[in-house]
């Protein structure tokens, strides 16, 4: 039912708005239509008051008199003051005219009231309607009244009922408040009890301040309370003599774990750094060393979020130091650390025995690591206990002891690897220290100074496998009979060769094996010298030219000079010789190579900041050069000992149709020297070949100017001249050589123009100086004049039987007095000059 008035209600609501805006709406009409009934009305009084102008002498006047009062909202009293005041005679006239306006709106109120008659009859149904609706409101409202008075009465008693409640529960907790005031004082110290019993001193100091400060002082007015009050300094004696204790079983603790805590800390050290490369293949080194990757990151992050987490248990020496700050005594707990602390310190930092395993090294620093780890986490966890400055001072003198004992122990290193194992702990140990912000530049140090040891083991060592590669190598090109070995070769040494499915096989090199290994040897000897310095602190460059300069000392003091004792020392054949040679040449493009490894390990690229370039090249030329000076010295013995074996008749009965048979096995053997030495290079086979023409030239006219010749004939000369002219042959025939090589062919110019002048007997030509120059340059005068001594062709019948035979008798013997006149003045010359 009230939903449905409601409806009505709310129907009847915007029914009478409706008619409200219709009625407000109607009344905006009556004003406007009010408005222009004024207007007209005041046009009717002008005119009437312009229809009056004759009859009455102010009309004008009261024209606008009565638009005044018609047209007025407020007083019109001043107005009709105005028409009394003019004259009275006129009084009738201005009423009359009233009247007649009166009249006249009276009609239009009529009308207007007509015609807004209906809406006005809509209106006031409308009203009478919201009439029913305001009864039906009321009556509504009345009835809720009656039902929130009936709420509120039950409402205000069970209000009074909570407010007694709550009275009686604020008593009960007051009461429960008084009674418990000595709960807590008797809680607490029975829980000091508990804690002295459980060894909780820490915590027995916390409960016995609180207690102090919260409690006591509420219980002192009884018994109870001034016992546990007497009671407290006793518990306090007792506490810190336990702590006391508490740090003397830290301290021993800390000394018997520190080499296991160093252990700990530098096995994870070189996980995350990747120090440990001792086994890594030198081919392997290179693009594989250990970066700031992500992974190794977050490796380094775990090892700092677990640097605390030591196997020592620090809650003792924490709760000493708390247990101390409480009570006041600072000063005798840090007095009574430091001191013990040292003493544990000098124990570590002097190692108890001489280091002479890779064992006692690594036990020394893990100690030394895990005493100083302990230090830097009482540092970092503890507030006053000990200081930054403190602990740099005992690290600064540890230093300067672990430099001296590592000079005395390394010279009992006497192998690479072991040194190279010492390295490791120390470059370990460092990074160890300085992750934990501890300064290594005096250890840094250290390694540089222990690195000069290590480079004088290594190249003696290397040296010692490099003598034995070269003193142990046949000297003879390699021979590679399968694909595998093929491949296995060029795995080792990467020459410049064929491919091995391409390459015939078997196949032969040109170096020998000596060559691979020596590369092998340099390469590994490369590899340990960076594998060395890599990791101590210097920067790549810095790297690059140490290990750039360790290969030169190796390659020029070592390799070349092994090389050039073999040549010198050793009884090697032809071959052999010639095969150092190529090998010198194979060694000397290997260095280009060895170049480019060290660029790759040491992470160097572009030749303009090399400042140290691998000069071993020109060792290795040296080398090549006392090779192939040996190669001629063999050649020219050979020469020698056949020539020595020589027997000439210089003045035989009948000359010779064909050359010596010495001649002809010299040069055949020489011819096939040369012809097996096609592993040479042109230039070097050339001049080979020209030193042995020069040296058989030079033994030649040695020949022709001994002493043991006391005769010479004409026969003598034509067999002598055969010999000359194979002698021309062979250097026109060289195997190494272009045909018609001018420069060998003029080796042998001197001896054939000696035997042209004699068996053309061209004396005339010889003997004018300037003839001479042009025809017989070559051929010195005292030479002439030795043979012209000893010629004697007069045993040959008939050869001055004629007058023609006397005369080149004639001009034999005056070519004689001709040469021996001018040597005489140019002996006589040079002795006046000097």
Known sequence: MMDNDDGEGGGSSRREDTASTDTVHGDGAVHDEGAATRKSSAGSVGSLAAGDDG????????????????????????????????????????????????????????RLCSTHYQGFIDSIDRLLKLKDHALKLQTRIDRVKGLISDAGTGLQAMTESLARERRRQCNILRTIETLNVCVPALRLFCKVQVQLQAGRFYSVIKTLEELEAQHLAHVTQFRFGQAIQARIPHIRAQVRQEAFGDMRRFLEEARMKAKAVGETAMARAQKVHAIDTEGMDPDAAVGAQPSASSASLAALEDMTAHAAALDVDFGPIYSCWHICQVLNSTSACILYYKTERKKQGELVINPPSPLTSVHDFQDYFARLAGFFLVEETVLSTTEGLISKQYLDEMWHHAQNKIATAMQTAISNCTTASMIRSVKTIIVTFNRVLQDHDYSIGRLVDVLLDIRERYQSVLLTSSGEVLRGILFSDNYTPLHVDTEEEYRALRAKYPFSDVPADEAELPHSLEFSDAVPNIYVEVKQFIFLTWLYIHNIGLSNTEVDETVRQSTNQLLSKVLSGTMARIVRERTLTLPQLTQISVNTQYLERACEKLERYISSLTKTVGDDIHITRLYAASDFKDARSAAEYRMVELLSEQIDECLDLADYDWAPAEPRTTSSSYMYDLLAYLTTMFASLTNLPKEVATHAYFMTCKHLCSKLMELVQSPEIKKVNLNGIKSFELDVRL???????????????????????????????????????????????????????????????KFDDTSRQGLFRSGEDRRKARLVDNALKKLRAEIGQQSHAQQSSS
């Open 55 to 110: 009859n009455m002498g102010h009309g004008r006047n009261y024209s606008m008199l009565l638009s005044e009062v018609i047209n007025s909202e407020g007083n019109i009293a001043p107005t009709l003051r105005a028409v009394y005041d003019s004259s009275q005679s006129d009084i009738p006239t201005f009423v009359k005219a009233l009247e007649t306006q009166t009249t006249k709106l009276d009609g239009d109120i009529e």
């Open 727 to 789: 002698c021309e042959d062979y250097a026109d025939s060289c195997p190494v050589i272009d045909a018609g090589d001018q420069l060998l062919q003029g080796l042998f110019v001197s001896l054939r123009e000696l035997v042209d002048v004699f068996l053309k007997e061209d004396w005339a030509v010889y003997l004018d100086p300037e003839q001479r120059t042009q025809t017989y340059a070559h051929l010195k005068p005292h030479i002439v004049l030795m043979w012209l001594e």
